[in-house]
Structure formats: C-alpha cells, structure tokens
T-cell receptor
Framework: TQLLEQSPQFLSIQEGENLTVYCNSS?????LQWYRQEPGEGPVLLVTVVTGGEVKKLKRLTFQFGDARKDSSLHITAAQPGDTGLYLC???????????FGKGTKLSVKP | GAVVSQHPSRVICKSGTSVKIECRSLDFQATTMFWYRQFPKQSLMLMAT?????????EQGVEKDKFLINHASLTLSTLTVTSAHPEDSSFYIC?????????????FGPGTRLTVL
C-alpha cells in the first residue's frame, strides 16, 4: 500500500516568516502534486512535479521533488495571511492512476 | 483550465433517505472520474474510480451497494448515497480526468457537503 506522510499537520506562524512542508513516502511516484484547499471548497492544484530532483517556483512558493521521486517539499517564503489554508500533497499511484493524498498541513498565517 | 462542477453544493437529509450527487466536467470529456470523501480535519480518501461506460471500482471498505456510482456519459458521473445515516455525513468531492487533453491531471469539483440528521 502506498502511503504519503505529510508533516507538520498544523503550522501557525507570523506574517513574514518562512516555512517548509514535507511529504515523504517509501514508494516511488510517477508524479506528485500539491494542492491548496479552502474550507468548504475542493482542492486547487498548485503544481505537479514529475522529474526526480525537479524544482518549481510559483511566486513565493518553491516545490521540490526528491531525486528518488519518493518525497517532496513545499517552501513558502515570507508567508502572508492569504497563504492560510490546507495544503495537500498527492502522489499518482494505484492501479488506475488515482491520487493518494497525504493527511494535509493546516497553515495559519497571522498578521 | 478545465472546470468541474458538483450539484448540490449542500444537502441536508433525514436518516434513511437516498441522496444523489452530480459531478460534471463542463469543458472537457472525462474518461475517468474519481469520488472522494473528506471528514472534518482529515484528508481526502478515495472511495471509487469510475470509467465511462463501465462499472466503478471501489476502494477497500467502501460498500458498493450503499454508494452507487453511475458514469453514463463522458461529462457526468453521479454518486447516490442510499439509505443515508448520520455517519455518512461528510464532504464529498469528485474529480475528473481527461487523459487526452490535459495528460493525467485531475480537476476537482467544489465538493458537496452532506449532512444526515
């Protein structure tokens, strides 16, 4: 069974601080995706990483896929209150290419 | 980008009744749709995968006779929660994938909040 361990589960920081969220697995994934979800809404795709060692940047967000394609990280620089939300990593696996989600990281950025 | 809608967005029903949730891909044809369930403060758990024109594949522990899935067209999948009970109260989210146009990306709907009294 493929599992994704996401940490930390909760994170409360002040505006302007940096943070990193980790997503780890013992399994190899063909791709890994990061989503952000607001309460009462569906998840919104932020980025997909496919190649081992790949780094993608989205404004203040930096995503990295591990060389072995088993882990990934999301780093946010100078967090803002608008970054508050639930961040989910998901790996493509399963017999039908379905997504396997991590437990999520609930981020709260206080002004 | 691709848009997926869900209807209704919220539903409250009495215990024992059945509830149907629709998932539509608005601007692409979805060969595969996925149904997820999300309990409060938890992540998304895959319930079933449905391919257009064939029977859905259910994840372990998900009762296929209780959660009926129909994917009769390339733009519509429905999830019917039969004889709903309070423990079925959850946030149900669908996603759709168009392998042709967008590779293997999944596009998520906005979710349906089900409350069973």
């Amino acid at each position: 069974t493929q599992l994704l361990e996401q940490s930390p589960q909760f994170l409360s920081i002040q505006e302007g601080e940096n943070l990193t969220v980790y997503c780890n697995s013992s399994s190899v994934f063909s791709s890994l995706q990061w989503y952000r979800q607001e309460p009462g809404e569906g998840p919104v795709l932020l980025v997909t990483v496919v190649t081992g060692g790949e780094v993608k940047k989205l404004k203040r967000l930096t995503f990295q896929f591990g060389d072995a394609r088993k882990d990934s990280s999301l780093h946010i620089t100078a967090a803002q209150p608008g970054d508050t939300g639930l961040y989910l990593c998901a790996g493509e696996g399963g017999s039908q290419g379905n997504l396997i989600f991590g437990k999520g990281t609930k981020l709260s950025v206080k002004p | 980008g691709a848009v997926v809608s869900q209807h209704p967005s919220r539903v409250i029903c009495k215990s024992g009744t059945s509830v149907k949730i629709e998932c539509r891909s608005l601007d692409f044809q979805a060969t595969t749709m996925f149904w997820y369930r999300q309990f409060p403060k938890q992540s998304l758990m895959l319930m079933a995968t449905s391919n257009e024109g064939s029977k859905a594949t259910y994840e372990q522990g998900v009762e296929k006779d209780k959660f009926l899935i129909n994917h009769a067209s390339l733009t519509l999948s429905t999830l019917t929660v039969t004889s709903a009970h309070p423990e079925d109260s959850s946030f149900y989210i669908c996603s759709a994938r168009d392998a042709g146009r967008e590779g293997r990306k999944q596009f998520f709907g906005p979710g349906t909040r089900l409350t069973v009294l």
